[in-house]
């Protein structure tokens, strides 16, 4: 059995969806996970917004723009009026459902009962569209199953658990259709697993029901080595390390969600990146195997900020670290990156939400200074320090760049950088040219 996530741009209209109907049929009893249609997720957000800003005229434009959008899908991918009518109802169920939670007080709980919306639009428009060919499709509801612990971490014990005995209820399915992003918190209430999540639902699916491949259908074929949005000529990894693709998707390759690589690297379940617009494409292989002496890929992190401390109370002594990192711990704040001297220390925070009183404790430590719009950039591949020339090679090709961190060694797998983001697209053009 497979897990086979298929992300907004692969079901973003009923042609689109039409034609993911068509690679998930007749290929056996896997589990299909949606995104909700690319814009729905941004739309959904921008009603919340209007709502949060208190501007019900807005929202209440918003969410009609919405239903006419879902009038036109169904209209186009139905061929009978049976299908459309039915479809209908369950859309206007869920329109009801946003109408009645934005009449609410605003909340975050509203917010997020709204967000969760898109998913399941898109599986029940592809469960009756598989329906409507005669495909016994069950649709299960990821609410079911997909559950956080009160730290906000995926509880695999009840996933599992729970996604095992609804697969189990309904044996006769040719294949199973569920809903990525969404989960229940610890409280039972709705929530998701922030944006991009639908990749991770299907890792930790994939984990919960020890399948044979997870396979991550997107719009281009597969990891390539820079990001194809700022780099012209990129071209696909076929192969990675289930470590290389983590740094590499924790570092900013936006095809696969940061934390999604780890609960298929903990059950050694491969990972296949397939490009629904050309299913033949040969995509990226993520498995426990090591291609040694290459570099793979090089991805950026936007949205850093990075904090030196200096001390001279950090000359010859000890419990000075211990001391920063307290402080980050006590404000929930994940360190990136970090580099060190005998009379300073620098780290960089991708969240700024606790910046000014993480600051105002470090004041007691030594002198503080920040700089804001930073970006971390990372070449990826068998670094492994006994192997020569490679950080070398990536260092030249900064030359004319100001790097204001580099972190080598915490990892056999990665080199970091640390510049503005102003030099970003210039870096990365750079580092593809040099290395690649
Ligand atoms: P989906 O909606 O299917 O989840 P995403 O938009 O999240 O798709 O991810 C696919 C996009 O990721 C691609 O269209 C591409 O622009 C972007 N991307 C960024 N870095 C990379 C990379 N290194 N390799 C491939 N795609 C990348
Ligand atoms: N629909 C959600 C988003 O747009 C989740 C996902 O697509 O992975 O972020
Ligand atoms: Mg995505």
Redo the contacts with the bound molecule.
Sequence with gaps: MKVKK?????VGSAERIKNVGKLISGDGKNVIVL?AM?GTTNSLIEICDALKADDRQLAAKRIKDLRDKYTRVVEDLYGTEEYKSKANQIIDDIFSTIREAADADYCIDVRKRIVATGELMSTNLMHLHLKEKGINAQLLPALDFMKTDIHGEPDSEYIEREARKAITACPEADLYITQGFICRNAEGKIDNLER?G??YTASLLGAALNADEIEI????D????????FVEG?TPVHNLHFEEAAE?AYF????LHPTCIQPAKARNIPVRLLNTLDPKAKGTLIENTLERNTIK?V?AKDNITAIKIKSGRMLLAYGFLKKVFEIFEKYETAIDMITTSEVGVSLTIDNEKNLTPIVEELKALGTVSIDRDMVIICVVGDLEWTNRGFEAKALEALCNVPVRMISYGGSNYNISFLIRSEDKVRALRMLSYHLF
Excluded: Y
């Design positions: 298929f992300g907004g741009t692969s995104s690319s991009g639908s990749d259908w997107t719009d281009i597969g990891m390539h080595n820079n990001d194809p949005r990129t590499l900013g390759a936006k095809i890929a991805a």
